[in-house]
């Protein structure tokens, strides 16, 4: 095969995840809380970050999670633990887009230098016209059950 015949799937391929990572957003950090000095390093915390469904208007979400200090926290090497918490609420009118997919990832980011991440997955519950936010965490090799779970009711949105 030669490379004319395989550069348009490559291409189709980077524009497809161009098109998933431009649906994420990015995360501003609220703060972190030092939960464990560190002698050597920075101190073992919990930061809290904030960010807006990226296709629900309306929806905000606050997730903290633990980070890893000491020398590999420092050096960007650690490995966090899948320790997180996560609440989402309405902060404005929500505007639900015409075609909302039974099932959408809205934030991720990574924990480790490779091969792990916490990532929010919205599901949408028709029937109690409800958006659930599920936090997850994720691993290449051997999973981990750890999540966090938060609902925000389709409600209208009052300013009183």
Known sequence: MNRSQWQPHGLAAIGGALAFFSTLV???QVACVTTEWKLVG?????????FRDPNVSGVTCHVSQARTGGVKGSLG???????????CRQTG???????????????SEGTSLLFKETRVVRIWDEA?????????SRKLINGAPANSLSTVPVMPWSEN
């Open 26 to 28: 990015v995360a501003e």
């Open 42 to 50: 920075a101190n073992h915390r919990v930061c809290v970050e904030s």
């Open 77 to 87: 090497v650690a490995q966090d633990p899948s320790q997180f918490s996560l609440s």
């Open 93 to 107: 009118p929500i505007t639900l887009p015409a075609k909302l997919p039974k099932d959408a990832t809205v934030f």
């Open 128 to 136: 109690n016209r409800t958006l659930v936010y599920l936090a997850i």
